[in-house]
């Protein structure tokens, strides 16, 4: 069976494989890249590698966060995906870039490919997005994006933005 592929211009989106794990430490590793995100860095490439041998979105809900690869070097440079969140019944949008590929534009191209599929293939009908108010490159990302910020809440003690979008707003 072929592995799930997205295809964009640059870059391709596919499930988190075992090598990847080096990658994914050395990505939250990096306190600039986790700095909005409430996560922890990994403490060992064999904690990253656990992680991606029990993330269990695809089997449970048919779609989550994907590894973001450059085509060109066909090196991991982050994650992006729709992740199902079960218990609010929701479907956000997540991104996260090793800083050497900061301000590219890879983010929202990979975001962009990801509410593509997920709005067409997949059938999901609202995706939302959240960011730390102090997170002004992801903010932009969402906007560039076309969603609209409908609230604001807490973010793990943090003031943050909600953004949403819905199916029926990119026809």
Not at 43 to 56: C, G, H, K, L, Q
Not at 143 to 171: C, Q
Request: hydrophobic content about 35%.
């Amino acid at each position: 069976m072929q592995e799930f592929r997205l295809e964009a211009t640059r870059l391709y989106l596919r499930p988190f494989r075992e090598e990847d794990a080096e990658g994914f430490f050395q990505l939250n590793a990096d306190p600039e890249v986790i700095r909005h995100t409430g996560d922890a860095a990994f403490r060992s490439v064999e904690e990253a590698r656990t992680f991606i041998r029990a993330y269990d979105h695809y089997q449970k809900y048919g779609y989550g966060r994907w590894s973001i690869v450059l085509k060109e070097t066909d090196v991991f440079i982050g994650f992006c995906g729709p992740k199902f969140h079960p218990d609010q019944q929701w479907t956000d949008i997540g991104f996260r870039l090793a800083r050497q590929y900061w301000g590219q534009g890879l983010a929202t191209e990979a975001a962009k490919r990801c509410l593509d599929y997920g709005f067409g293939q997949l059938g999901i009908e609202r995706i939302v997005g959240r960011a730390r108010q102090a997170n002004t490159a992801s903010i932009r990302v969402l906007e560039k994006l076309g969603m609209l910020r409908t609230g604001s809440f807490d973010f793990e003690g943090h003031p943050g933005y909600w953004y949403e979008i819905w199916a029926n707003d990119r026809k």
